[in-house]
Nanobody, 130 residues
Framework: VQLQASGGGLVQAGGSLRLSCAAS????????MGWFRQAPGKEREFVSA????????FVASSVKGRFTISRDNAKNTVYLQMNSLKPEDTAVYLC????????????????????????WGQGTLVTVSS
């Protein structure tokens, strides 16, 4: 599975951006896709995730109400719509794919944890100016 993230850029606080993550290769093996972000000097942080077939979504509390994840299975693409951006949203945003089944018990853990994803894209930089 190959992942190509795009859509980052420079935006003023309060603005919006839409990130895209296009998957190719063995996309039939994808069970979930997620967005994470990493700011300079900080650890990688979960942002949002979506199941590939069922449409279940998960969003970090820090972006809830501002960011929305969606998918277009026909295009093998996941989107992250980011509204009301804040300077603290500045980071490299990375998309990831999980190609192993997700257990029903405590399933949310598998979406939130970076180590549960098998493939990663190259990342796209989002810079929010104040």
């Amino acid at each position: 599975v190959q992942l190509q993230a795009s859509g980052g850029g420079l935006v003023q606080a309060g603005g919006s951006l839409r990130l895209s993550c296009a998957a190719s290769g063995r996309t039939f093996s994808i069970y979930a896709m997620g967005w994470f972000r990493q700011a300079p000097g900080k650890e990688r942080e979960f942002v949002s995730a979506i199941s590939w077939s069922g449409g279940s979504t998960f969003v970090a509390s820090s972006v809830k109400g501002r960011f929305t994840i969606s998918r277009d299975n026909a295009k093998n693409t996941v989107y992250l719509q980011m509204n009301s951006l804040k300077p603290e949203d500045t980071a490299v945003y990375l998309c990831a794919a999980r190609t192993k089944p997700i257990p029903v018990l405590s399933s949310s853990t598998y979406y939130y944890t970076a180590g549960q994803y098998d493939y990663w894209g190259q990342g796209t930089l989002v810079t929010v100016s104040s």
